[in-house]
C-alpha cells in the first residue's frame, strides 16, 4: 500500500479529496502539489496563488472545464490548499529547518521491486520533483537567475521531473542509497533555492548595506 508521509494534520484530507471525485480529473495529487507549492513560494517571482490555482487544478492545461464534485467539495478543496500554501510560506519564513516535503513511501519485505536492499521503504519523488519543476518553470527566466552552485543543486530534482532527466536517470541506473540520499536532500534544495531569492530581494532593497 502506498501512503502520503505528511507534515500538516489537514492533508490528509486534502490528500483524500484530490484523490477523488470531488475533484477536477486532472488534478495534481498531494506531492506534486507540494512540490509545486515549494518551488512558488521558494523561487524569485513569488506568485499569487489564485494566478498558480489553475495550474494546480489542472496541469496538463487541456482546457477542459474544471469541474468539482459539488460546491462544497470544491470550496473545501480550495480552502485547503490554500492553507497548505500558507503553512509552507510560514515554515520557509520562521522555521526553515522544519521544512519536509510531501512524498509517498512505498515498499516493504515483501516487494522487492519497490523496497531497498534491507527491507526499508523507497521515497517516491517523481511526482514532487515533476511539481517542482513546473513551479520554476512557471517563472520568468529563473534559470538565468541562479548561481551555478544552485544550479547544480537542483540537478537531481531535474532527473526526476523532467522527461529528459527521467531519460538520463534510466541511464545512470541509481542505487536505492543514492535514491534515498537525493530524497533525504530536496528539503536542503528548497531552503537553499529560498534563502537565495529572499537574499536577492534584501539585497535590492538595501543597496549598499
Not at 500558507?86 to 515498499?107: C, H, I, K, N
Not at 527491507?119 to 518553470?137: K, N, P, T
Not at 541506473?173 to 528539503?187: C, K, N, V, W
Request: proline share 7%; charged share 30%.
Amino acid at each position: 500500500m502506498t501512503e502520503p508521509t505528511a507534515p500538516a494534520a489537514d492533508l490528509d484530507r486534502l490528500a483524500e479529496l484530490l484523490g477523488s471525485d470531488a475533484s477536477p480529473e486532472h488534478v495534481m495529487d498531494i506531492s506534486t502539489l507540494d512540490g509545486f507549492i515549494a518551488a512558488a513560494l521558494a523561487g524569485p517571482d513569488r506568485p499569487e496563488l489564485a494566478d498558480v490555482l489553475p495550474w494546480m487544478l489542472d496541469p496538463e492545461r487541456t482546457d477542459e472545464q474544471v469541474s468539482f464534485g459539488s460546491e462544497a467539495e470544491a470550496q473545501e478543496l480550495i480552502t485547503l490548499i490554500a492553507q497548505h500554501w500558507r503553512d509552507t510560506a510560514d515554515t520557509l519564513a520562521d522555521s526553515p529547518e522544519d521544512y519536509e516535503p510531501v512524498l509517498y513511501l512505498e515498499g516493504s519485505d515483501d516487494d522487492e521491486d519497490e523496497a531497498s536492499e534491507d527491507g526499508e521503504q523507497v521515497s517516491l519523488i517523481d511526482d514532487w520533483c515533476f511539481g517542482f519543476v513546473l513551479g520554476l518553470q512557471l517563472q520568468d527566466e529563473v534559470f538565468e537567475r541562479l548561481p551555478d552552485e544552485l544550479k547544480d543543486l537542483l540537478g537531481p530534482v531535474f532527473l526526476y521531473g523532467s522527461e529528459e532527466g527521467r531519460a538520463e536517470l534510466e541511464r545512470l541506473q541509481l542505487t536505492p542509497e543514492q535514491h534515498e540520499s537525493i530524497a533525504q536532500a530536496l528539503p536542503g534544495i528548497v531552503v537553499a533555492l529560498y534563502r537565495h531569492f529572499r537574499e536577492e530581494d534584501e539585497d535590492i532593497a538595501n543597496p549598499g548595506e
